[in-house]
């Protein structure tokens, strides 16, 4: 292979008394989509915010782009390197345009003048070449999460990025938002930039990834290329072992409360298999898998907000039609989702609008009028 375009050395992070990271080594090359993986907690972020400037590596550690060593020892350093972190939303200001966002940090001045004309001209290029659907004069405000997204990654082709880090960028899009920005990450790699791609989902590193490298517990596990990226690999890389030692036998220890919840195998006909679990009174089941299991699609359909193909849900004897999520929240089943952010709240409404949501139509008044009042929660 050609010189990487970006090597990692020996690098190193200590927390007061927590190790994160242990002598990681890690090259990137331009025009690869290099995953990164590893279990909760393996280092992933942490090594990305070193990359990136917001922390600083313990001694030791070596940075070489190019063949030549560097210094990342703040943000500015890591821009000027060409490396830019896609952020879910929180480094965008949402009160200004997507031109102005763009351009932060990178203006464009003459005699101490701001050129706005050429600005503009340059964010409409950049974001053509995107295939966004907005506009420079856009407020970043009107924008979905996907869209911000975008908006992020015109920015660092904007400062002339050359090594894009995006940390599980997908948690807060949609099927159809995540194929765009696929095909996006496809063509940036075409146009030869280098795509540091953290996430969990097997799924994404498959149809994504040319390169994958494993961290585990802060120490660099290894790298696999593409033709050997298998889930048994990646798994064993992740864990540390065969997944056949994962399991162990433990004693039945079963409260013996009254059956609540019976799930009868239970099915979307796509990609989970029937399923069927008991809850009793005073218990907590516990739903264990790896990340693409079918975790949540078993509790999404429990919930009915995708529908069963087969099976039932019994509810204290009584078989339950769900077909809504509504059915299921009369029925007394509640669903907190994992995207909180994305999913589970309306973040421009109040806590108590938030608290009270969910049974508006319960308390609400003839004719549909809302009977709420701030300050008097019914949790
Ligand atoms: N600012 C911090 N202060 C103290 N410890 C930290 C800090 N940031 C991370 N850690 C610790 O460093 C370790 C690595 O965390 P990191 O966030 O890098 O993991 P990750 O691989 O990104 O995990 P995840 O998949 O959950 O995002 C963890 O033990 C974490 O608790
Ligand atoms: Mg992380």
Not at 62 to 89: H, S
Not at 237 to 256: H, I, Q, S, W
């Amino acid at each position: 292979m050609t010189q990487p375009l970006l090597e990692m050395r020996q690098i190193g992070k200590t927390f007061g008394s927590v190790r994160a990271l242990y002598r990681v080594d890690l090259r990137i090359y331009a025009g690869e989509v290099h995953a990164l993986m590893g279990e909760n907690g393996a280092g992933k972020s942490t090594l990305m915010k070193i990359l990136s400037g917001a922390y600083s590596a313990d001694a030791g550690g070596e940075f070489i782009v190019e063949g030549q060593p560097v210094r990342i020892a703040n943000p500015q350093d890591a821009r000027r390197l060409g490396i830019a972190v896609i952020y879910q939303e929180l480094s965008l200001a949402a009160n200004l345009t997507v031109a102005e966002n763009m351009m932060l940090g990178n203006e464009q001045s003459k005699r101490g003048l701001i050129q706005r004309k050429p600005m503009a001209a340059r964010c409409q290029t950049i974001l053509t070449r995107l295939g966004a659907d907005f506009f420079p004069q856009t407020r970043v405000a009107t924008l979905s999460a996907a869209q911000r997204q975008q908006v992020e990654i015109a920015r660092a082709l904007c400062s002339e990025a050359r090594i894009l880090v995006m940390d599980e960028p997908t948690t807060t899009l949609s099927a159809r938002e995540t194929d765009f920005l696929f095909a996006l990450v496809k063509q940036l790699r075409r146009e030869g930039l280098a795509i540091i791609y953290i996430s969990h989902r097997m799924e994404e590193i498959y149809s994504l990834a040319d390169r994958c490298s494993v961290l585990r517990d802060g120490h660099y596990i290894g790298t696999l290329e593409k033709e050997h990226i298998t889930a048994g690999k990646l798994i064993s890389m992740m864990v540390g072992r065969d997944l056949g030692e994962f399991y162990r036998a433990t004693p039945k220890m079963r409260p013996d409360g009254e059956t609540m919840l019976t799930v009868n195998k239970l099915t979307d006909g796509k990609r989970l298999q029937p399923c069927s679990l008991t809850l009793r009174a005073g218990e907590v089941v516990g739903l264990a898998g790896l990340v693409g299991a079918g975790r949540t699609e078993l509790a999404r359909l429990i919930y009915a907000a995708d529908s069963a193909s087969a099976g039932e849900v019994v509810m204290q004897g009584r078989p339950l039609r769900l077909r809504h999520p509504a059915d299921a929240l009369k029925a007394g089943i509640v669903y907190l989702t994992e995207d909180r952010k994305g999913l589970g709240l309306f973040l421009d409404m109040s806590i108590a609008e938030n608290i009270n949501i969910a049974v508006l139509d319960r308390d609400a008044l003839p004719g549909g009028l809302r009977r709420f009042r701030p300050g008097r929660l019914r949790a």
